[in-house]
């Protein structure tokens, strides 16, 4: 590690790797693309191995948090991320410039203990507020009259690198919450939010949660020519 950052003490199961030899094999090719996870991944950034697998790809992360910004209504001052992770999609959310506030939830101590490390390499710690523990509780209870200023933003976990070999992921089956879970639980806390999915999600399921007058709009983000993920924008976003 480099910079002012050596002073901090990170977990045990916290690491830096710098070079592939100390790599486990099973992340050795997330490490390969390190620097599109993070471009500053060489100043110190931290992960734990399982951290790895979940990572928005930082230029993925910045494309989503500019649509974000720009099509959300101009009502709504603050960004609620309900699944942190080491920081990825926190850190393009707080960059943007867009937010009042960021509120970033985390239930895994030592994957929140490296999204506040990373979220200070770039330089945005301060405009983000954390919170440890269960994003469906801290949303409803903590943070429940943010509401109706917010938009929420979700990259759960979909239950490990295994939905790569569905050739139709489905979303009733998505661990440890199900799409239906999810939106039920969020709608309670605003009207507008935002879901990070895999490529192959079932869209008739997604589908299925609008009701009547409402709007939904999905989009698959890109790299490298290739769809990384889809968001659905659930709400009264202009993304025209």
């Known amino acids: 590690m480099s910079g002012d950052h050596d002073t901090e003490e990170a977990p045990p199961e916290v690491h830096h790797y710098n070079n592939i030899g100390e790599v486990p094999w099973d992340i050795q090719n997330y490490w390969s693309q390190r620097y ?59 960059r943007s410039g867009r937010w009042k506030r960021v509120y970033a939830i985390e239930k895994n101590p030592a994957v ?30 903590q943070l429940k009259e943010l509401g109706p200023f917010s938009v929420l933003f979700a990259s759960p976990p979909w239950g490990g690198p295994g939905y790569r070999s569905d050739k139709v992921f489905n979303l009733s089956t998505m661990e440890p919450y199900s799409l239906a879970t999810l939106y039920g639980e969020y709608s309670l806390f605003t009207g507008l939010m935002v879901l990070y999915l895999p490529r192959t999600s079932n869209v008739k399921q997604l589908a299925k949660l609008v009701n009547d007058g409402q709007t939904a709009t999905v989009m698959h983000y890109c790299m490298e020519g290739a769809s990384k993920a889809l968001c659905i924008y659930y709400g009264g976003f202009d993304l025209d």
């Open 36 to 94: 599109k996870i993070f471009s500053k991944y060489d100043e110190g950034v931290w992960l734990t191995d399982d951290a790895w697998f979940g990572v928005t790809p930082e230029p993925v992360a910045n494309e989503i948090a500019e649509h974000i910004a720009k099509s959300a209504p101009s009502s709504r001052s603050i960004l609620v991320d309900a699944f942190a992770g080491a920081g990825g999609n926190t850190i393009a959310f707080a």
């Open 112 to 141: 929140l203990q490296c999204a506040k490390h990373n979220a200070r390499i770039y330089g945005v710690d301060h405009q983000i507020t954390w919170f440890e523990g269960d994003s469906l509780q801290i949303v409803n209870n």
